[in-house]
Nanobody, 115 residues
Framework: QVQFVESGGGLVQPGGSLRLSCAAS????????MAWYRQAPGKQRELVAS???????NYADSVKGRFTISRDNAKSTLYLQMNSLKPEDTAVYYC?????????WGQGTQVTVSS
């Protein structure tokens, strides 16, 4: 089963930016339908952004225009560029395949947006 290691989170002020990275195990990353998910305290995990193996993108309405998902298949790495961050973006961010039951959940990376 493919495994993921997320990194790049931290504390940032409203309006700031962060770039998250997700390193995947194995050597067939290029075929995966990948996504970033997030889970805020007391809330269910939600899908934030996705990218197909062909590079088609999709975003949740709450992050559209602010977040950009990308992938580097040569490095088996998924990225999430987050700009104009808001306090409501505070959550633990995870990467996984779609559907998530075919992959595994890593430890995630904490993003905190606060002044």
């Amino acid at each position: 089963q493919v495994q993921f290691v997320e990194s790049g989170g931290g504390l940032v002020q409203p309006g700031g930016s962060l770039r998250l990275s997700c390193a995947a195990s194995g050597n067939i990353f290029r075929i995966y339908f990948m996504a970033w998910y997030r889970q805020a305290p007391g809330k269910q995990r939600e899908l934030v952004a996705s990218i197909t193996s062909a590079g088609s993108l999709n975003y949740a309405d709450s992050v559209k225009g602010r977040f950009t998902i990308s992938r580097d298949n040569a490095k088996s790495t998924l990225y999430l560029q987050m700009n104009s961050l808001k306090p409501e973006d505070t959550a633990v961010y995870y990467c996984n395949v779609i559907p998530s039951r075919l992959g595994s959940w890593g430890q995630g990376t904490q993003v905190t947006v606060s002044s």
